[in-house]
């Protein structure tokens, strides 16, 4: 349907930034919620911030304040700004693309993950 290629993730110390990109690509679709989640070893696959296709947000508790998402549609392209990181963001994040396609079947798409580090 949708393939996605993830990029921005890497080392830092806390209190520390990065910006993670998810770009999206394929024709005959449309694309609708776009989100971040994250994987630390050991735990579950855990949402972290979802954006709808007219701009609705919503963030994890943990993250509120902190992160920020955002899209560009044209570019099928969802971003995922970090601000004050801590070790506890440490995890595989990984974007997920909801897509419908001329046939009105839904799918959902995933990224292949980007490491992100916080060192303390």
């Known amino acids: 349907q949708v393939q996605l290629l993830e990029s921005g993730g890497g080392l830092v110390q806390a209190g520390g930034s990065l910006r993670l990109s998810c770009a999206g690509s394929?024709?005959?679709?449309?694309?609708?919620?776009m989100g971040w989640y994250r994987q630390a070893p050991g735990n579950q696959r855990e949402l972290v911030a979802l954006i709808t296709s007219t701009g609705s947000t919503n963030y994890a508790d943990s993250v509120k304040g902190r992160f920020t998402i955002s899209r560009d549609n044209a570019k099928k392209t969802v971003f995922l700004q970090m601000n004050s990181l801590k070790p506890e963001d440490t995890a595989v994040y990984y974007c997920?693309?909801?897509?419908?396609?001329?046939?009105?079947?839904?799918?959902?798409?995933w990224g292949q993950g980007t490491q992100v580090t916080v060192s303390s």
């Open positions: 394929g024709s005959g679709v449309s694309i609708k919620t």
């Open positions: 997920k693309v909801e897509s419908v396609n001329l046939l009105g079947f839904t799918f959902n798409n």
